[in-house]
Nanobody, 115 residues
Framework: QVQLVESGGGLVQAGGSLRLSCAAS????????LGWYRQAPGKQRELVAT???????NYADSVKGRFTVSRDNAKSTVYLQMNSLKPEDTAVYYC?????????WGQGTQVTVSS
């Protein structure tokens, strides 16, 4: 089992920045992919960004150039730096880990961007 604990959500004005962190613990081994998804009210959960153990990244088109995903393998932690935030970025952000095709999820952290 893998446990994921997120932190760093909150309320920010449009144009501002937030940094999310997610620490993985338990039976986490490489190779694995860590990342972030989000779910806005009334919408399906969608991919935001992922990063492989080797550092290969993948971003949703809506966040390219504004968000940066990174990871510290020694700490089994993944980060999401969010800049130039927009009201449409408002959602619950979920940390995700994929290991041997099994998905694990964090409890979610709320990000609210006011206009």
């Amino acid at each position: 089992q893998v446990q994921l604990v997120e932190s760093g959500g909150g309320l920010v004005q449009a144009g501002g920045s937030l940094r999310l962190s997610c620490a993985a613990s338990g039976s986490i081994f490489r190779p694995n992919v860590l990342g972030w998804y989000r779910q806005a009210p009334g919408k399906q959960r969608e991919l935001v960004a992922t990063i492989s153990y080797g550092g290969t990244t993948n971003y949703a088109d809506s966040v390219k150039g504004r968000f940066t995903v990174s990871r510290d393998n020694a700490k089994s932690t993944v980060y999401l730096q969010m800049n130039s935030l927009k009201p449409e970025d408002t959602a619950v952000y979920y940390c995700n880990a994929v290991q041997w095709s099994v998905h694990y999820w964090g409890q979610g952290t709320q990000v609210t961007v006011s206009s």
